[in-house]
């Protein structure tokens, strides 16, 4: 874990400041990080520096587009909710693990192009590149407010670009449809009718093939449970988005707080080896 440096200098530090020689698990790491940035950063106090000031001066205001990731929360399926577990604690043991058993596709998540398609990209082949993008929020709020089935369309493309030009290269374009206030209601969430048919809105096939074959986007986004509207038999959004390279995010919250805003969005995902998607922490920097 550590080198043999890193460990001389840990000893050291101990040393001075007159510590036993028993170093927590927690403050051995501390230490040891301290030490290896400072080997690895000759001018690490510039470089904090220099990076306290980016976030001041470049990042503004930062909004969580992550729901909380638990247990309890709506997903596509009944039966896949996660399932937590708790294995040592601080009081019994010194430290705090959990065990956690879930399904790729829960809670704010990525569709990588391997969910459905044979041969596209796992999360783990994903280019980092994409993960970073101009945030396209595209409102169709009131739609679904009279329409559980609303759909974004190619229309409501042209009208957000008509107010704020053509979407610009390497996009994330989201639709906000509201649908996140239901997320602490489950059964409102997946809005299932007497036939367990959902109702929500999302993505209509059209307007995803616009996007693929007229802007240059690396994935769209949606505050519901599905790229494709609830009642979606036939996921053509899926069937469109997916093979074409783009990833899609579902499952995001507080997109209203973007709504007519400038923001950059950062996709933060583990590299699930063979990943066909997994939950994220998404964030806009506005």
């Not at 990525?110 to 999360?123: C, I, L, R």
Request: hydrophobic share 40%; aromatic share 8%.
């Amino acid at each position: 874990m550590c080198s043999p440096k890193i460990m001389q200098l840990v000893n050291e530090k101990i040393r001075k400041q007159g510590q036993s020689n028993h170093v927590s698990r927690r403050n051995f790491l501390k230490v040891g990080a301290a030490a290896a940035a400072g080997l690895m950063v000759p001018h690490a106090a510039t470089t904090i520096k220099a990076s306290s000031l980016f976030r001041q001066d470049m990042m503004g205001e930062i909004v969580d587009l992550s729901h909380v990731f638990g247990a309890g929360i709506p997903t596509y399926s009944p039966g896949e909710d996660p399932v937590s577990e708790t294995v040592v604690t601080v009081e019994e043991n010194g430290f705090y693990i959990q065990k956690w058993t879930l399904f790729e596709h829960a809670g704010t998540h990525m569709d990588a192009p391997a969910h459905f398609a044979a041969d596209g990209e796992t999360v783990d082949n994903l280019d980092p590149s994409q993960f970073l993008a101009p945030a396209v929020v595209i409102d169709i709020s009131a739609k679904a407010a009279e329409d559980d089935d609303a759909m974004l369309t190619v229309e409501d493309i042209e009208a957000w670009e008509a107010e704020n030009g053509e979407i610009p290269a390497g996009a994330l374009v989201c639709m906000y449809s509201g649908w996140d206030e239901r997320w602490s209601d489950m059964e409102a969430f997946r809005n299932a009718d007497a036939d367990g048919v959902q109702h929500y809105p999302g993505f209509g096939g059209d307007a995803a093939n616009f996007l693929l074959e007229n802007r240059d986007i690396v994935g769209i986004g949606v505050d519901t449970l599905s790229l494709d509207i609830g009642a979606s038999t036939t996921f053509d959004v899926h069937l469109s988005v997916l093979p074409a390279g783009k990833y899609g995010l579902e499952n995001l919250a507080n997109l209203g707080q973007l709504v007519g805003q400038s923001a950059t969005v950062m996709v933060g995902i583990p590299r699930y080896e063979a990943g066909s998607g997994g939950p994220c922490r998404v964030l806009a920097m506005m």
